[in-house]
Structures are given as C-alpha cells and as structure tokens.
C-alpha cells in the first residue's frame, strides 16, 4: 500500500470514529423522568381536597396537574439530557409540594379557652351579693361550654368551625363576666349621710319660726346612724339594701323638714326658676372688651342679686310680698345684665319701613360722589333690595344702590352698573358705589373693586329726601335685612382710602363727608347724623333696633 492510500485510510477510519461519538452524545435517559411523572399523574386526586385535618389543601391539584401539562411534553421535545432533567425536577418539585399541602387543623386556643371557660364556672356562685353572679348566668355558660366542647372533639370540625366556637365561647364568657354582681356603690347614701347630719346639726328645736319640733332632732339622728351602721356593715349587703338605706334616710329628713315651724303662706316657685336661670346666665357669661362679653364686674353684680334672691326664698318666714318683690327685682337685674352685653346696634328692616332724612337730598346731577354702607340680607325678590336712594323715577334722574340678581348693582333710569359677587348670603357685606370725575362708575364690594361702567349723561335730581331702606322714585322698592354705617360723600373716595376705612367708625370731621348715619342709636325713631352737616334721620313705618354680636367690624 503507498503513502497515499494510507493516509487516506486513516483519514476515513477518524470520520468514522467522530460520526460515532456524536450519536452517543444524543443519547437522552428518561427512566427518571418517566418514574417521576407517573408517581405525580397517580398522586394527583382532586377527591383528597378538603378542609378536614389530614385533607389536601383545596387548590392544590390543579396546580400539580397544570406543573404535570407544562412538563410532559418535554417526553418528545427535549433536545438533551439536561432540558429532561429540568423537567424531572419541576415535576418532582411541584409533586413535594402537593404531597406537603396538607391541612392540619390546631384546636389548642380553643382547648385552653374551653378548659379557663369551664374553670371559671365552676368556682362562680350566683346570687346578689358583690363578686357573686346573676341568677341562671352559670346555666347559660356552660351551655356554650359543652357547644364548644363538641366542635373541639369532632375530628371532622374544620379549622373554621373551630375558630368561629372559639369566637361564640369567647363572648359567652364575656357576657358571664359582665353578670358579676358589681361592687357597691355607697356614694348617694354617703352623700345623704353628711346633708342629714349638717341639717341635724344647725336645726334648733323651739317654738319660733325656723325651729323644729321638740324631740325631732333624736328621731333624725336616729335614721343617720342606721345610715351609717349600713355604711359600716361587715356583712355581706346587696345595693338593694344600700339603696334601702337611702330611701329611709330620705324619708326621715322629709319627716323632719315637716316638723319644721313655718311662716306666713307663699309660693316661691317662679322665684325659684328665676334664680335657676339667672345662675345659668351668668355662669355662661364671659367678662371682656370684646363684642359678645359683658363688662368687667358686671357678673358679681349679677350673682349679688342671685344670692339676694335665694336667701328670700330660703327664708321661711317672708311673706308672698316679699318673695314678689324679689321676683321683680332680680328680673330687673336680669334684664340690666342682657343689656349690658357688649354689641352693636343696627337698624332692622322688614321691607315696608325705611330712615328718611328731611334735610339732606343726595347730591345732584353729575357731581362726583362716593355712597357707602354695610349691609346683610338674605331678601330675594326685587322689591325687597333697595339700599340708598336718592331722585326721582325719570330717566337719568334716579340714583339707587341696590341688589340685583344677588349682586350689587347702581340704577339710574336708562342705565346702571352691575358687580360680580354674591352679597345677598345672610352675611354683612360693606358696599360703595363712586362715580369720578369723569363719570366712571365703581363698585366696591368689602374693599374690592366688583364693577365699573360709565355714566355720561346721568343727571341726579336733588327733589327727594335722602332714603335709607327704600327707593324715592319707586317707593314700592324696599329693604329686609339690616343696615349699619351708612356714609355719604361729595368727592370720589379712592380703593385705597375704602379698603384702609371700611372697619373703622369715621370721626365725622372728615373732608368730602356730607352725611355720616351710624344706625347704632340703639333706641327711639330718630337716627342721628355723625357728620358735620347735621342731617338728622327719622323712622317711618316701623323699622327697629338690632344688637348684634358679631359680623362686623366695629365694637361701638
């Protein structure tokens, strides 16, 4: 053989050789596979499922079985041992945890409770006296003792069934617990006790008015010392008994105020109310400098009329004249403790009544001019707005401040000027309306600007008293609400000197101010004008006086 050949030989034999080893190398093992599948199919049983001690966990074939699909077909799809040897353990893992889903049921909680429970009941003792319990309470306990002792000794109870018996003894012995007869309670008769012996003690036995019967005295403290042997009892007592005790004790100290002498006839029982009250009154009551406070001193004023009243009526040897006039005269130390209340008087408004004021008529034609006021309505309907007004119902001639559709606006025949906020809310509100110069009209509703127009062409009459509450051109338009501070001038205020003024009372003095109406005369039909010109208001119809204590700004 040459060369040649040779080489060629042994170059084919090494094809061989390596063609050889590749096949071995593909070779897969499923022996374990195929064992560990079959034990998973034959493990598998959704009828094992249950809540009962030893059952499988219910859920937990499906997901064996779900592991078994994913897996098996690894049988005809895996490329090599390793890809099958992944699926041996997946299986063989998911397997494990089924055969370890196991439910096991634990009853110790209700063991323990069962036996505490019956322990309880056992060393309890019914009756009526403190730390005994109520009559058929054990009965009802160990009713749900022997309930529960079923459910703990059934092998069948499911975990469930065991807590929900835990939970049904659990309060049954609750309910035992609160049957306990509580300690007693010695705080009324204690408290009578000390009345009954203060009253024996300050008690003289006469014949005069004020004295009691001879020999009553002894009776009474008699029934105090059967108080207190019953306090200081070291048998065993019932609050029944305890209650007894009081009542008697009671009962001996009515006997008593009824041997007591008395005076002339007389009814005390409006007076008696009245000091009531008045206590009330001034307990609430607080002294200060602030609206809703009553002056400093003003509440021991109030409790020396209180105190002067009571001894009246403690005192049984005044007549019916007497108690009367303690009556009146603690009604009118009332009535002066109200009335000092520290407030701030408005002008009410109920929509037929208005202030006019004979001597000042606006300011007419198209001077400058600046109306302010504060105001607080809750009136919806149109002829129940009209704040100021001054003029005549003509075109251009009438000058009216008013609400309209919720919202400030100014009419003057052929025009007007409407804000944007909401004023017509139950809440005080400070209003202004200016006109410039130039006749540019702004609104101005709690120091903002809410509203600017023009009026080129307005003409303000001057033949009309100035009205508060009420249009003078249409005299149907009325106000409901109430009103305070009410301020006119003859210049153009500007927002800043309308922001930096709205809160505070003016002097009066001040430059540009015609009329300046408080409203916080309180009293009469006569509301006087602040400013220098005099411009004194009159009431027509029936407007009244407000106090109020909040809701504006000022304290006087």
Known sequence: MTIKKLCCFILMLLMVTYSCNDDDLNIINYTEFDSVLFEAKNASDISKEGE?????IIGSTSILEAVITEYETY???????????IATKKIRDALDTYQSSIVIIDGTSLASTITSAQ?????????????????GSKATLQTAIDQAQIVADDTASTQAQINSALTDLLMAVNTFEDAEIPPLDFTDLNAEILSAQGLHDGANEGVEIGEYAVGSKLILQAAIDTAKAVVDSSSNLSQAEVDSALLDLQSAVADFDQGRIGGPDRDITQLIS??????????????????????????ATLQA????????????????????????????????????????????????????????????????????????TDASAATQTLILSWGI?????????????????IEYSGGGVNGTMIINDGQWHHVVIVVTSGLDIELFVDGVLDGTGQAPNI??????????????????????????????????????????NKDNRLTGSETGLVGYWKLNDGSGTIVSDSGSLNHTGNFVGSPTWGKITSGLPFNN
């Open 305 to 376: 009329a209180i105190d002067t009243a009571q001894g009246v009526a403690d005192d049984i040897s005044t007549g019916q004249t007497i108690v009367d006039a303690a009556q009146a005269t603690l009604q009118a130390a009332i009535t002066t403790f109200n009335d000092s209340l520290l407030g701030i008087y408005v002008v009410n408004f109920e929509g037929a009544d208005y202030i006019e004021t004979p001597t000042f008529q606006g300011i007419g034609g198209g001077a400058q001019r600046t109306m302010e006021a504060w105001i607080k």
């Open 75 to 85: 049988r005809s799809t895996a490329i090599n041992q390793g890809t099958i040897d």
């Open 52 to 56: 009962s001690n030893g059952d499988i």
């Open 459 to 500: 003409n303000t009459s001057i033949v009309n008293n100035f009205n508060i509450g009420r249009s003078t051109g249409q005299t149907d338009r009325h106000f409901v609400g109430q009103i305070s501070d009410v301020r006119i001038w003859n210049v153009a205020r500007t927002a800043s000197e309308i922001a930096d």
């Open 119 to 135: 322990s309880l009941h056992d060393n309890a003792v019914e009756g009526v006296y403190p730390g005994e319990y109520e009559s």
């Open 274 to 299: 009245t000091i009531a009250s008045a206590q009330v009154l001034h307990d609430d009551a607080i002294e200060g400098t602030d609206l809703g406070n009553y002056p400093i001193g003003s509440k």
């Open 393 to 409: 119902n003509a075109s251009q001639e009438k000058w009216d401040m008013r609400i309209n559709a919720d919202k400030l606006r």
